[in-house]
């Protein structure tokens, strides 16, 4: 027996095929030898919305859906939330090992010189209408920022890539901080670097006539913990399209565009605005039971509920659900949270959820803190995009780095009409003609 080598026989043919299994997979390409004839393709794998398939080898970020773990580069998120800032776990995420006190010092540094916009980018957010989606507006801001820095493009030089990372780092919360202020007609505010990370974010959002912002302490730690939860997982669908843009070598700004494009779908991102809006259509606990009546009736989704790779309970939404217990001391306890724990309790125990491993993601209990902390629903999704861009940075470099990594292009399963042709009499369109 070698337990390193997967035989497969081919009905159509009797032939007989030894494929090498590595870490658990086999190569794709390795089922092209297997052929019905020398005129085949050569066999290949359907896989629609990569149920089953690997894009890549990562160092980054692991996932036990089975058993509800995450770890950033094998230190469990549980710990990371707990000990560490969000600028010291992005440095994590990025560069594989936690800094030392200097090096964490300098990343610090690095990115607080990088959160001002160019004044131009200012005057762009200004285009938006006022009632502008604040998910539309950082998408197109982000891509924006590639006409400003054209050196960007130089994306196979690791010094030039390492300068995006930190502008997009630092950039980041002052446009999504911009959004909102754009939205409620304020004056864009200018960061202050005596303020951390998330302290500043709440500066750019909600400093009024104050010659200082004074950030509740225990609300920049709890944002900070949310930020720690969001920072990468793994080969989701905007890392996916992080991965997929970034391989063609476009610059990292639209690249980030596209992956918060993605981010913004209500089945990824975008749930956490939806679960707040559901929560507001259930109302009352009362209202529950019709609810999941027509949840398991197929009529409406569970929003913040079930995930593609965890089967069993997300350990961020743990996180978060004792994150928002310190939030409500400060803020006041949201009511929302008694109807999300009610429903979380009956969906739990229901054959409906139990049998299809259906619990509780980040998205269910994250909008609830963030509506307490004064969020409007359609900034959720814009709080989730700042974390998580360094988690598609840190993807898209090592995309840069692997050898074995070329544009992304999968295959399709041909199923179109086969070959016909136009009617003779048509006739030809000449050049010059008006057309
Ligand atoms: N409510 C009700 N039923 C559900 C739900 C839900 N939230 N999620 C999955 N199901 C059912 C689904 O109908 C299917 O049932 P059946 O086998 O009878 O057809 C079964 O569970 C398997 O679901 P699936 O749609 O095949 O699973 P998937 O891996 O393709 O989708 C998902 C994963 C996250 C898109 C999906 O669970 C979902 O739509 N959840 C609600 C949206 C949400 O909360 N998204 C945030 C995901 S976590 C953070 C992030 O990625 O941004």
């Not at 089922?31 to 398939?53: C, H, S, V, W």
């Not at 994590?92 to 990343?107: F, M, R």
């Not at 975008?270 to 949840?295: C, F, H, K, W």
Request: with cysteine; hydrophobic share 40%.
């Amino acid at each position: 027996m070698n337990e390193n080598i997967l035989t497969i026989k081919d009905g159509r043919t009797e032939k007989t095929y030894s494929l090498p299994v590595e870490r658990g997979t086999i190569r794709a390409i390795d089922l092209r030898q297997i052929k019905e004839d020398a005129e085949d393709f050569g066999l290949m794998t359907y896989d629609p919305a990569f149920m089953n398939t690997a894009s890549c080898r990562s160092s980054i970020t692991f996932i036990d859906g089975d058993r509800g773990i995450l770890r950033y580069r094998g230190y469990p998120i549980e710990e990371l939330a707990e000990k560490c800032t969000f600028l010291e776990v992005a440095y994590l995420v990025l560069n594989g090992e936690l800094p030392s006190e200097k090096q964490l010092a300098d990343w610090v540094y690095e990115v607080k010189h990088h959160t001002m916009l160019h004044e131009t980018t200012k005057k762009f957010l200004e285009g938006f209408r006022y009632d502008a989606h604040p998910m539309g507006m950082l998408v197109s801001t982000v891509a924006a920022l590639s006409t400003v820095y054209p050196e960007a493009r130089n994306v196979l030089d690791p010094q030039v890539r390492r300068h995006q990372i930190a502008r997009l780092i630092g950039k980041m919360p002052t446009i999504a901080a911009y959004t909102y202020r754009h939205s409620l007609g304020l004056p864009y505010v200018y960061p202050d670097n005596d303020l951390g990370y998330t302290a500043n974010f709440m500066n750019m959002l909600w400093k009024m006539v104050e010659p200082k912002y004074a950030a509740d302490p225990v609300l920049a730690r709890a944002l900070s913990i949310l930020f720690i939860l969001h920072a990468d997982h793994e080969q989701n669908c905007s890392t996916n399209a992080m991965r997929a843009v970034g391989s063609s070598q476009a610059d990292p700004f639209v690249s980030v565009a596209a992956a918060a494009a993605a981010l913004s779908g209500p089945l990824h991102g975008g749930a956490n605005e939806q679960v707040l809006r559901m929560l507001d259509a259930i109302g009352t606990t009362e209202n529950i039971p019709s609810y999941i009546e027509q949840v398991k009736a197929g009529k409406l989704k569970l929003m913040g509920f079930g995930h593609r790779v965890y089967k069993n309970y997300d350990p961020r939404a743990r996180i978060i659900k004792w994150t928002a217990e310190q939030v409500f001391q400060v803020t006041g306890r949201n009511p929302k949270l008694d109807i999300a724990l009610a429903l979380e309790k009956i969906a739990l125990e229901d054959e409906y959820f139990v049998k299809r491993k259906l619990y509780p993601n980040v998205d269910f209990y994250s909008g609830i803190i963030y509506q307490a902390m004064g969020f409007k629903p359609d900034m959720f999704t814009v709080l989730f995009a700042i974390p998580r861009t360094v988690g598609w940075l840190a993807h898209w470099d090592e995309l840069m780095r692997d050898p074995e990594q070329k544009i992304a292009r999968p295959r399709q399963v041909y199923t179109g009409a086969d070959v016909r042709h136009l009617p003779a009499e048509k006739p030809k369109i000449l050049v010059g003609s008006a057309v």
